[in-house]
């Protein structure tokens, strides 16, 4: 029998991080144990997979999900067309302060599109991703007539090295760091929606999502180790458990969601679920965080990077 121990306040955040473990309950101390699983995840031949949903980029979270990108703390990313979406535009046009309450009707006609409380005006998403992207698909084009999804965001990373805010970019940084991003719903997002505009005049551009899994089977199969941080759900959490399964599952895994379990959802599926599919190891250390991924980000890589940067 381990006793409760109450939190003591202080500024030092990685300390703060570890009086929630002690603590006891409730998430607090899941969100401590998260953190020490990160921290084992980078302390040697572990490769890290990340995988996320595409509303979260939409958001000022997008700069907490760029840092693993920058600072090389994730290996391979699995995520849907949504985070394109939002990554390319958002270099070039703002989005806005919006409220869930919000007349969706007047927005409408105004031409402004409301996810949760971020407000994206047409001329911020689809109007500029057309007028930006069908030149960079041409020049892509002209050079690989049949990339994969990751190379294809490698192609588009490094011709925004001449943009002002490239370094804002998450596609940038993937290009920069040789990060492959994995999309394996490549068509459901406006820039799915600018690839299938340029192919209705260059039939012979094609997506090969072979190679995408080509690259996952070599990465998979070529690692000692594997371990992920899973926020949210969909087919990104999928993918990402799936291809583990071929190597007994993942060594580590830290779930964040605010998804429930009881309606058999893959976005409310708890760790345990995934070992039973063999997509986590047994023995392996893991966490489900239940909570919203934009509060939970920014001081779980905070307190990791202290943690890190200490070693």
Not at 160 to 183: A, G, H, M, Q, T
Not at 187 to 212: C, E, P, R, T, Y
Not at 243 to 249: A, D, P, T
Not at 277 to 301: H, R, Y
Request: hydrophobic fraction near 40%; charge should be neutral; glycine fraction near 8%.
């Amino acid at each position: 029998m381990k006793p409760i121990r109450d939190i003591e306040l202080t500024e030092d955040i990685d300390e703060l991080v570890r009086q929630m473990y002690e603590s006891g309950g409730f998430t607090a101390k899941k969100f401590a144990q998260g953190v020490d699983i990160l921290e084992q995840m980078n302390g040697g031949e572990c490769t890290r997979f990340l995988s996320f949903p595409a509303c979260i980029i939409a958001t000022g979270t997008r700069g907490i999900i760029r840092e693993f990108f920058r600072k090389r703390l994730v290996d391979v990313v699995v995520t849907t067309t949504g985070t394109l979406d939002h990554d390319l535009a958002r270099i070039w046009k703002d989005y806005y302060h919006g409220g869930f309450g919000m007349d969706d009707r007047e927005l409408h006609k105004k031409g402004i599109n409301r996810l949760g409380n971020i407000l994206i005006p047409n001329e911020c998403y689809g109007s500029i991703l057309e007028k930006k992207l069908q030149p960079i698909i041409q020049e892509i084009y002209s050079k690989i007539k049949e990339p994969s999804t990751h190379e294809l965001i490698w192609e588009i990373g490094k011709r925004l090295k001449k943009e002002k805010n490239r370094e804002d970019s998450l596609v940038y940084w993937s290009w920069k760091n040789k990060i492959p991003i994995i999309i394996p719903g490549i068509m459901d997002g406006a820039v799915g929606s600018q690839l299938w505009f340029f192919w209705q005049n260059h039939k012979d551009f094609k997506i090969d999502l072979f190679l995408d899994e080509q690259k996952l089977s070599d990465i998979v199969f070529g690692s000692e180790k594997t371990g992920a941080l899973i926020i949210g759900g969909g087919i990104s959490k999928h993918h990402a458990l799936w291809w583990n399964q071929f190597r007994n599952g993942l060594d580590y895994a830290v779930y964040i969601t605010t998804a429930q379990e009881f309606d058999g959802s893959l976005s409310g599926a708890r760790v345990r679920e995934a070992i039973s599919w063999s997509q986590v190891n047994e023995k392996a250390k893991n966490v489900t965080i239940e909570g919203d991924a934009t509060l939970i980000l920014p001081f779980m890589l905070s307190a990791l990077l202290r943690r890190l940067k200490s070693k």
